[in-house]
């Protein structure tokens, strides 16, 4: 897309991690306009507002440690933001949802490539396959 | 071959001195199949030259199924279809249409849909309306015709949908023009979808593209295929059927393939669907489809037979 206008939003985490890209983006000839987020700042309806009354054009940054980036991802695909028109940066410490494809249950991991299902112990080994409806990695059972 | 339906004119309403609407209604008595907002039906007209197959938009609302609604305007340059249904077609005229089918559906994920309709492009907006209003979705219209007269739906519109139309006609000297940069500024997540000449329909995209829209959310119908840039006549090899068939400048690539009796598939005409897509073996293509990608162009594979045409003077498809 031809990008008009970029907005920023980072939390304290996203304000070291964003040093490079903001300077990049300074450097552009367009307009830029950066606000701090927080977990608390989601429900107020000022950050609502702030991805609502944006125009077409508009390309969003998110920069923010990982547990405020999902609500805020889907607060501003409610606004009207599709996939092309916004880049979405986790930082810090992760934990990912492995769903067991042998008892379809979901399991908090951090970065481990191979678990043993916390519900049915079966061994899954986690694969890069992810569902944006459950979203959660898929993890493979291996065939004996 | 494509399953059709049996039809029979039940009602022709004069629209405008150019456009006439047809209420066809099933031959068996039953209810339509149904269908989205933005379908259009194919029409198989027995004319003295042969069946011309000829597609119009269903103008009526989705949730009408005891009979279809199409609109046509009479071209000057008619090849057959718009001068048969004007001259043609009378109530109780039967005849066979398709399946109702889509290749102009609304987003689902839009937050607010603008339509840009020129002339009978107005056609396919029509159901789409109709589905939002039903839907309690937001919508504006901006429609260019050329003068009151002339502008097809006038009434239905202005009663109907007065607050989210915008009309333009061109020969009133006190109406302003269908311009492009009302797009510029709209709320994040509206699409905009164009229908009409494919002068009109490029200017729009070309000016969408350039505010911000991402292609996702850019989508249009086009009368008629796109005129290509190269004209030549080439030849074909069909690999799989080892035969060799000439193209002429004045036909499709499809055209020929059928003529030849090639069961090769298609369904738009107007390189929109991707239906019609074959593998290309050797030669350079020049796509003037808008189903491939810039990358899938250049990969010079596939192509669509509708509209797209050789480079130089021969290709080798898989058929």
Known sequence: ?144 | MQPKIHVFVKQIIQETPSVKRFVLVSKEGADLPAFSAGSHVTTFLNTAAGTLERHYSLVQAPAITDHYEIAVQLHAQSQGGSAYWHHQVSEGTELFISYPKNHFSLSFRAKHHVFYAAGIGITPFLSMMAELVAQGRSFELHYAAKSREMCAFYETLQKTYRDSCHLYLSADPDSSRMRPDGMRQQRIGTHVYFCGPETMVNQFQEAARSYGYPQQSIHFELFAPPAPMLREPFLVELWQSKRTISVGSDQSLLAALLAAGIKSPYSCRVGRCGTCAVEVLSGEVAHYDSVLSEKERAAQDVMMTCVSRAVHNKLVLSL
């Open chain 1, 1 to 144: 897309m031809q990008k008009q206008r970029y907005l920023l939003l980072m939390d304290e985490t996203g304000e070291s991690a964003s040093h490079d890209l903001r300077n990049e983006l300074a450097a552009s000839s367009l307009p830029v306009e950066v606000h701090p987020v927080t977990l608390e700042s989601l429900h107020r309806s000022e950050l609502t507002a702030l991805l609502f009354r944006q125009w077409i054009g508009t390309y969003l940054y998110l920069l923010v440690s990982w547990p405020l980036l999902e609500p805020l991802r889907q607060l501003a695909e409610d606004a009207g933001f599709s996939e092309q028109e916004m880049e979405c940066h986790g930082l810090g410490p992760h934990t990912r949802q492995v769903f067991c494809s042998a008892c379809q249950k979901m399991n908090q991991t951090e970065d481990e490539t191979v678990i043993s299902c916390h519900f049915c112990g079966e061994e899954l080994s986690v694969s890069e396959h992810y569902s944006k409806r459950l979203q959660a990695f898929l993890g493979y059972t291996s065939i004996r």
